[in-house]
């Protein structure tokens, strides 16, 4: 599997607090804003099925996960991977001029600095390497970098509140 590397520059790191003219005489303290992450597999769409196919090597990591009914799958915006497209911070959401204009922070664009994309996904089946879900918003071969397990205690709020942009029509 060819491995892709990731270099996320976490905007709110610790280093960020410093004055330039201190980050100068550390440049440890900027190379602490850089973290790397590489891709456990790919989405893969055949004959109508969602397939979430991981190299090989990380197989042991799904241990247990088929007693779990949904997921929630963590991937990369690849498509969008250029200084153009990471720089955009305000979108009409879902692309639609009606919307009003809106940070990337307060929709789920896929546009934004670091294109990093949380999907809900029912389980279907976890085979070997393999995990069946129902459906995912990422195309076909979108590198998927961390999957976790839907926990409601954890994953779902109670009380919420949402933009009349994002109710249900
Ligand atoms: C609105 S985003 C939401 C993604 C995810 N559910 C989230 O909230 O982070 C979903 C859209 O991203 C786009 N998309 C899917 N795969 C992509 C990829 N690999 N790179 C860039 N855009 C992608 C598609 O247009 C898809 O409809």
Known sequence: MKTW???LCIAASPAMLLTPSVAE???EAKAAQ???VQPIGRVQKPDNRTLIVLDKKYQPGLLGLD????VQVVWWFDKNDTPEKRAILQVHPRGDQANPLT???ACRSPFRPNLIALSLCKVVAVNDNVVEVDKIDAFEGTPVLDIKPYAPGQDSAA????PDWAKPK
Not at 67 to 70: A, K, R
Not at 159 to 162: P, T, Y
Request: aromatic share 20%; net charge neutral; no cysteine.
């Open 159 to 162: 009380e919420v509140r949402v």
């Open 5 to 7: 590397l990731f270099v």
């Open 34 to 36: 850089t973290f790397v």
């Open 103 to 105: 940070g990337v922070f």
């Open 67 to 70: 007693q779990w009914s949904h």
């Open 25 to 27: 005489e550390k440049p």
